[in-house]
T-cell receptor, first 114, second 114 residues
Framework: AQSVTQPDIHITVSEGASLELRCNYS??????LFWYVQSPGQGLQLLLK??????LVQGIKGFEAEFKRSQSSFNLRKPSVHWSDAAEYFC????????????FGIGTKLQVIP | DTAVSQTPKYLVTQMGNDKSIKCEQN?????MYWYKQDSKKFLKIMFS???????INETVPNRFSPKSPDKAHLNLHINSLELGDSAVYFC?????????????FGPGTRLTVL
């Protein structure tokens, strides 16, 4: 069974600073990896996903993530954080074929200070 | 033009009552899900339906009974509500059953059991 670890429960960054949110996964084959964002009081929205090919994936809102198979990681980055980026971020892993669930990490809460 | 909608948005009720949450998607997807998000923001899948058929049923008390009248609707009925059922319940949908598909989430239903 697949699993996801997000080591940081809470991160605080200054507006304009760079951001990296960590995600490690466990899965026996090539995983399908996702980052979702949840703004306060809202449902989850997909930021980006990795299936295969280029290991650097671009997403919406200026986010990118890099898949590193050797480290079983899929870290999310943004060069310059905006106050509106304050939200909860979830990494998720899915498996291909048949009836498969997607497993979500526990989330990282991002706080942005002026 | 809401993609995934849920009603109600808030639900406050007494222990022992029975309540229902409704979900509708207009994306033409064939797979729908119910997730429970606890107070620590942990997101756990409860059920998944594909074309009105139950395909994922995690370890959920049988007081929870999902129903899918057609592939655009997935409702959740909860009998004999308990304090521990207080959470935010999210409906989601995807095109396909495998874990490679992006899921689209509704805005959530915040259930409070007193």
């Amino acid at each position: 069974a697949q699993s996801v670890t997000q080591p940081d429960i809470h991160i605080t960054v200054s507006e304009g600073a760079s951001l990296e949110l960590r995600c490690n996964y466990s899965y026996g084959a090539t995983p399908y990896l996702f980052w979702y964002v949840q703004s306060p009081g809202q449902g989850l929205q997909l930021l980006l996903k990795y299936f295969s090919g280029d290991t650097l994936v671009q997403g919406i809102k200026g986010f990118e993530a890099e898949f590193k198979r050797s480290q079983s990681s899929f870290n999310l980055r943004k060069p310059s954080v905006h106050w509106s980026d304050a939200a909860e971020y979830f990494c998720a892993v899915g498996a291909a074929g048949g009836y498969q669930k997607v497993t979500f990490g526990i989330g990282t809460k991002l706080q942005v200070i002026p | 033009d809401t993609a995934v909608s849920q009603t109600p948005k808030y639900l406050v009720t007494q222990m022992g009552n029975d309540k229902s949450i409704k979900c509708e998607q207009n994306l033409g997807h064939d797979t729908m899900y119910w997730y429970k998000q606890d107070s620590k923001k942990f997101l756990k899948i409860m059920f998944s339906y594909n074309n009105k058929e139950l395909i994922i049923n995690e370890t959920v008390p049988n007081r929870f009974s999902p129903k899918s009248p057609d592939k655009a609707h997935l409702n959740l009925h909860i009998n004999s509500l308990e304090l521990g059922d207080s959470a935010v319940y999210f409906c989601a949908s995807s095109q396909g059953t495998s874990g490679e598909h992006e899921q689209f989430f509704g805005p959530g239903t915040r259930l409070t059991v007193l």
